[in-house]
Nanobody, 115 residues
Framework: QVQLVESGGGLVQPGGSLRLSCAAS????????MGWYRQVPGKQRELVAV???????TYADSVKGRFTVSGDNAKGTVYLQMNSLRPEDTAVYYC?????????WGQGTQVTVSS
């Protein structure tokens, strides 16, 4: 079992920045990939950015150049630095952790970009 706790969401003006943090506990020695997804009402949850145990990163096209994912799977930590935020980035952001055959989700943290 893996438990994920997120922090760092909030309200920010367009063009501003936020940093999300996620800490995993439990069977973190088996973590292969950690990252972030987001969801708005009425739409499917979508990948934002993930980082593998080896440090390889993947980003959604919509956030490339603006968001940076970092962390250490072996320590159970993942971060998302979000810069140049846009109103369309408004969503609930979920931390995600994957082991072989299992996926875990955090409770979600709201990010609202509005003037």
């Amino acid at each position: 079992q893996v438990q994920l706790v997120e922090s760092g969401g909030g309200l920010v003006q367009p063009g501003g920045s936020l940093r999300l943090s996620c800490a995993a506990s439990g069977s973190i020695s088996s973590l292969l990939v950690m990252g972030w997804y987001r969801q708005v009402p009425g739409k499917q949850r979508e990948l934002v950015a993930v980082i593998t145990r080896g440090g390889r990163t993947t980003y959604a096209d919509s956030v490339k150049g603006r968001f940076t994912v970092s962390g250490d799977n072996a320590k159970g930590t993942v971060y998302l630095q979000m810069n140049s935020l846009r109103p369309e980035d408004t969503a609930v952001y979920y931390c995600n952790a994957a082991l072989v055959g299992k996926v875990y989700w955090g409770q979600g943290t709201q990010v609202t970009v509005s003037s």
